[in-house]
């Protein structure tokens, strides 16, 4: 496939059954306490406003510490939250034909968030515990970029080298996700509201003030996330949550992929299973490769959002296959790259 941002993936027939559509891609702490230090807690014999301030600004010089405050902030607001009363109302867009869900209605919809969840004092979103899931993972991808904002140039930002522009290099899903799930919106919108009051007074405020970051995260989640799965050798395997690998969802897919992805511990490793011209694309697979082509093709349509035009599929439907330009570099059976 030509467009190497096309997208990303975990398998997931299991993901649309335990999760019915829904698209929040977390971090492996999902479920447990969420977040790295406890930095809630008061430090013991601590009576001095000033000196908690300056914990607290100590705190945040570093992802793991802001990270945990912003959990923290997340969690405590979480607490207030009460269930809506009565049935959902649909959202406006929920009401409309596939095709009527332009990126400008799209946009208009986001505008009337920005403007609903302006007051200060509007009454708390509630979020759903995979919704809160979601706020969690995008707090991270935040810190991530506020630390980049804050930096000079050049500096790495823990593993991965995680970097914002290339978070937005990837494929952008959103009206494409929306179109196919219209119900997911008004989840996008909740949690909006949610973080732009949670995050009042902190340091990411200036990424709420205007929805741009949550929807750029959110752009890229739907296709572009791998799903964790436990470790289980025998029977069937549970998924623990999902994690964006910046470098690893530029991986194409094909249906005779060259590259196999394993999980070791919290990493993922890319592992070549034969030789590899020079020039050849790396692929992985996104779906199960044993289904038939037009399973394999339906799957890729519904949750990648692209017809798969590999060798493979044109072969079985009796295609000519098409020759895309070669990248510069071969890769041999067996070589890896480990992105953690
Ligand atoms: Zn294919």
């Known amino acids: 496939m030509a467009d190497a941002r096309r997208t990303q993936p975990s398998s997931s027939r299991n993901f649309e059954k335990k999760f019915a559509g829904t698209v929040s891609p977390t971090l492996l702490n999902r479920g447990g306490t969420h977040g790295t230090s406890d930095t809630s807690k008061k430090p013991p014999g601590c009576g001095s406003a000033q000196r908690i301030a300056g914990m607290r600004g100590a705190v945040e010089q570093n992802t793991e510490g802001l990270m945990?405050?912003?959990?923290?902030?997340?969690?405590?607001?979480?607490?207030?939250?009460?269930?809506?009363?009565?049935?959902?109302?649909?959202?406006?867009?929920e009401t409309m034909r596939p095709a009527d869900i332009t990126p400008e209605v799209h946009a208009l919809a986001w505008r009337a968030a920005e403007k609903q969840y302006a007051h200060r004092g509007s009454t708390t979103v509630y979020l759903d515990e995979l919704e809160l899931d979601t706020a969690r993972f995008i707090i991270t991808a935040m810190v991530r970029r506020y630390f980049e904002d804050k930096n000079p140039p050049g500096v790495t930002h823990g593993p991965g080298g995680l970097s914002w522009p290339a978070l937005l290099e990837l494929q952008n899903n959103e009206v494409l996700h929306i179109r196919s799930r219209p119900y997911m919106l008004d989840s996008h919108l909740r949690i909006y509201g949610f973080l732009r009051k949670a995050l009042t007074s902190t340091v990411l405020q200036p990424y709420v003030e205007t929805s741009e970051t949550v929807r750029a995260i959110l752009a890229r989640d739907q296709g572009n996330v791998f799903g964790l799965w436990d470790m289980a050798t025998t029977g069937d395997s549970e998924m623990l949550g999902w994690s964006m690998y910046l470098s690893g969802s530029y991986f194409n897919h094909d249906c005779s992929p060259n590259v196999r992805k394993e999980r070791v511990k919290q990493a993922l490793c890319f592992r070549t299973t034969r030789d590899v011209e020079a020039g050849e694309e790396l692929c992985i697979n996104y779906i199960d490769v044993t289904d038939p082509v037009a399973t394999r093709r339906?799957?890729?349509?519904?949750?990648?959002?692209?017809?798969?035009?590999?060798?493979?599929?044109?072969?079985?439907?009796?295609?000519?296959?098409?020759?895309?330009?070669?990248?510069?570099?071969?890769?041999?059976a067996g070589e890896a790259e480990v992105l953690s």
């Not at 945990?68 to 867009?93: C, N, Q």
Request: aromatic share 8%; net charge positive.
């Open 298 to 332: 339906k799957e890729l349509s519904r949750n990648w959002y692209f017809e798969c035009a590999c060798k493979r599929c044109h072969e079985e439907l009796g295609i000519e296959p098409v020759v895309d330009t070669p990248p510069p570099n071969g890769h041999l």
């Open 68 to 93: 945990g405050l912003m959990y923290a902030a997340i969690d405590k607001l979480a607490r207030s939250m009460k269930p809506p009363k009565g049935p959902h109302t649909p959202h406006f867009v």
